[in-house]
């Protein structure tokens, strides 16, 4: 496809509105990244961007006397929220780059559509599509976005020192949207320039790792930060980059595979404090380390039952998201270490188990055993763990007049 004609979401009312009303009095509209090339590429677009050569203040008039919602998210720099029919559009007016600061570059707005493209990071961001699917190339990004091939915009180095984060957003977007081996000349400026990942906030590399990890060849592109000295400065520690490709190789088993979290602790997950360790370093959320403990969490059951996959006890103490994370996790390290060769069915019919089956309720509380006579204190939760044991002992067949008979 070199045209977006037949866009699905180029198509519709909504997006047509907006260009309705920014493009008056001889300005222009175009759509531009993410969207463009995703559909080039034949991948879903989730985000529609435009930019325009009208001022902000210009946009968000516009919009509102045609009844469109504004939201002013960024008019500072150049950006107004539009929402038409309940799609949000991002309008950016065109920019130009006066002097650069690291990420504190001064910017004027413009109406070059070649100098906006020049600010962009890499040529297969910098296309531009106008209402009708016509593309506009810059750059000539188009070559370079059909060949899934990620070059940066001017000179690698200069644009890395613009800010450092577009080392890890090379090895993200390629591992995106590449083919084959990255870009010799963009990978070279990666590797002088990287240093410059220890100046970046925790927060923006988490968020670049967190869409590393489940891109299509994230094992081979972390496997190449590994051995360019790229990955150890990213996550402070050493990585297992074949425990990684492992649990990409069940992709095709497991949609859970591409989550972030169970990639990084089948990464970097050693230990407990290894997983503390990325939690911080990426700034992720609570619940996200949740997860990633609750994987190794299992792994280290599964470990310490001498490999015995018990699903309903696993599913039981650990709950299904833990179990699945945890099967995974277990599945891909036995591939790694040369294959789990007649476990194979026993891992996915384990992983089918742990889908469908029911968690099991515990018949008793520590009430229930003070009113069969147990004096409350200590004694009541010391009975009541070791009833617990011999009800998963028995795979859940004792009943509550069964666990009560054994006090």
């Given amino acids: 496809m070199t045209g977006l004609a ?12 907006v260009f309705d009303a920014v493009e008056q009095e001889g300005d222009r509209a175009m759509v531009v990244g993410g969207a463009v090339r995703n559909t080039l590429l034949d991948l879903p677009v989730a985000d529609v961007d435009i930019a325009t050569t009208a001022r902000p203040e210009q946009v968000a008039a516009r919009a509102r006397g045609t009844g469109l919602k504004v939201v002013p998210t960024g008019i500072d720099h150049g950006t107004v929220t539009v929402i038409s029919k309940g799609m949000a559009y991002e309008v950016t007016t065109l920019r130009q780059d006066v002097e650069t600061f690291g990420r504190q570059a001064r910017v004027v707005f413009g109406t070059s559509w070649t100098d906006d493209a020049r600010r962009r990071d890499f040529t297969l961001n910098a296309l531009y599509a106008d209402r009708h699917g016509a593309i506009h190339d810059p750059l000539g990004g188009l070559e370079d976005c059909l060949a899934r091939r990620v070059r940066f915009i001017g000179d690698p180095g200069e644009r ?23 870009d010799a000349a963009g990978l070279s400026a990666c590797i002088r320039e990287r240093d410059g990942l220890r100046h970046l906030s925790a927060e923006r590399i988490g968020l670049e790792m967190k869409k590393l990890v489940g891109a299509p060849l994230a094992a081979d592109c972390l496997a190449l930060m590994e051995d360019s000295g790229l990955l150890e400065i990213t996550t402070g520690g050493i990585s297992r980059i074949a425990d990684f490709r492992a649990l990409r190789s069940l992709d095709d088993v497991a949609e859970e595979t591409r989550n972030p979290e169970l990639g990084f602790a089948v990464l970097s997950g050693f230990v407990d404090e290894d997983l503390d360790r990325i939690a911080d370093r990426f700034r ?3 619940a996200e380390r949740k997860r990633m403990h609750g994987a190794l969490g299992v792994a280290e059951a ?10 309903p ?3 039981y103490r650990h709950g299904r998201q833990s179990l699945v994370d945890g099967l995974l996790a277990v599945w891909a390290q036995a591939r790694a270490r040369g294959g789990p060769g007649r476990r194979e069915r026993d891992f996915s019919e384990a992983l089918q188990l742990g889908r469908s089956l029911e968690i099991a309720a515990f018949p008793l509380k520590g009430a229930d055993l003070i009113k069969a006579g147990l004096p409350a204190g200590p004694k009541v939760g010391e009975t009541l763990k070791r009833l617990e044991e011999d009800w998963l002992g028995s795979r859940f067949s004792l009943s509550r007049k069964d666990l009560l008979e054994r006090i």
């Fill in 302 to 311: 599964i470990e310490h039952g001498k490999g015995d996959l018990d699903v």
């Fill in 313 to 315: 006890r696993l599913l």
């Fill in 160 to 182: 890395i020192r613009e800010d450092y984060l577009r080392i890890l957003r090379f090895f993200r977007i390629h591992a995106a949207y590449g083919r084959g081996t990255p």
């Fill in 6 to 17: 037949d866009a699905p979401w180029l198509q519709t009312p909504a997006i047509q509105r």
């Fill in 284 to 286: 992720l959320s609570n």
